[in-house]
């Protein structure tokens, strides 16, 4: 049997809002990482996974993204995503 598809929102600690969908996935959280450049710039990366262990793991991969890139820093958050 086919999946409902729904979107899915986000909802991010400085109140921006991401919306997904329609999907069937089963995602349940998701990440976001704004990174710090020496230029004095940001890029954001995001995407979204179907557990927080998932989500989380990301965070071992950004930390090597920012040495490989040569990042200042990075700011790096997982959210859960709601049914909308």
């Not at 919306?19 to 230029?39: D, K, N, Q």
């Not at 940001?42 to 090597?64: D, M, P, Q, V, Y």
Request: proline share 2%; net charge positive; glycine share 8%.
């Amino acid at each position: 049997m086919a999946r409902k598809k729904r979107y899915l929102t986000a909802i991010m600690a400085d109140g921006t809002v991401k919306r997904i969908g329609p999907t069937a996935a089963a995602f349940t959280h998701f990440w976001r990482i704004v990174a710090h450049l020496e230029s004095g710039k940001t890029e954001i990366f995001w995407g979204h996974c179907n557990s927080l262990k998932e989500a989380t793991g990301k965070r071992i991969a950004t930390e090597e993204a920012a040495r490989q890139r040569g990042w200042t820093g990075f700011d790096f958050e997982v959210v859960p995503l709601s049914e909308t």
